[in-house]
């Protein structure tokens, strides 16, 4: 998956931080939350990362490393008709690759299983089959 979709309005952000879940791990956070858009079929991802951690440089240096791992990620991970949320801590932009590889992959795994429970698994065309 070289490209994926992206929340781009506040009001998507604000919505998976209010009414979704969220998982915290050494490096990020995520947060996420079911699509209540009918249209929307594939995961969207949004990426943020506050004057906390750093200047201008180390914020979008911390943003890029998140997108290169949703790459990676997302095709297996992410779940259809879900909102993803990714926020950027102190450490995201000077841990190691694989550190933030392993937080990222045991987030969407926990926040998977927070939003739609243990019994759900993806079928085959990717998508949840909440019939079980």
Do not use: W
Request: glycine content about 4%; proline content about 2%; overall charge positive.
């Amino acid at each position: 998956m070289s490209a994926f979709l992206k929340l781009k309005k506040r009001k998507d952000f604000v919505r998976a931080a209010k009414i979704g879940e969220k998982v915290i791990t050494t490096s990020v956070i995520l947060q996420a939350a079911q699509s209540l858009s009918p249209n929307s079929i594939e995961a969207k991802f949004g990426f943020t990362t506050t004057k906390k951690i750093g200047k201008a440089h180390v914020r979008n240096r911390a943003r890029r490393r998140m997108r290169a791992i949703v790459r990676e990620l997302a095709p297996q991970e992410a779940l259809n008709h879900t909102e993803y949320v990714l926020i950027g801590r102190r450490n995201t932009a000077e841990c190691d690759f694989n550190l933030l590889r392993q937080d990222l992959k045991y987030a969407f795994r926990k926040i998977n299983r927070l939003l739609y429970g243990e019994k759900d698994e993806k079928n085959s065309s990717g998508s949840i089959d909440l019939a079980n």
